[in-house]
Nanobody, 122 residues
Framework: QVQLVESGGGSVQAGGSLRLSCAYS????????IAWFRQVLGKEREGLAT???????YYHDSVKGRFTISRDTDKNTVYLQINSLKTEDTAMYYC????????????????WGQGTQVTVSS
């Protein structure tokens, strides 16, 4: 069984920063690959960044330089640091585990957390 619990969301002003956390547990072959997605109501879930236990990472071009994904294997937690927040970053942020396919495609993942809301105001 795989469990994913996101935290760290909140309301912030544009230009600020947030660090989201995804606490994970479960089969190593599943949690080997964990990604962050976000979704705005009415739109498709957008892949942001992926972390592998090998320490490899993969980013969507649109977030490179502003988003940083990292993993603490001692704490079984994957983080997403978001800097220079923009109003368009407002969304529900999810972590997902167990990619089978393209690492930034939602359809490649079977295991999802409940999400954490990020709201950025101007």
């Amino acid at each position: 069984q795989v469990q994913l619990v996101e935290s760290g969301g909140g309301s912030v002003q544009a230009g600020g920063s947030l660090r989201l956390s995804c606490a994970y547990s479960g089969y190593t072959y599943v949690t080997n690959c964990i990604a962050w997605f976000r979704q705005v109501l009415g739109k498709e879930r957008e892949g942001l960044a992926t972390s592998y236990t090998s320490a490899s990472t993969y980013y969507h071009d649109s977030v490179k330089g502003r988003f940083t994904i990292s993993r603490d294997t001692d704490k079984n937690t994957v983080y997403l640091q978001i800097n220079s927040l923009k109003t368009e970053d407002t969304a529900m942020y999810y972590c997902a585990a167990g990619c089978n396919g393209s690492p930034l495609l939602a359809s490649a993942y079977k295991h999802w957390g409940q999400g954490t809301q990020v709201t950025v105001s101007s």
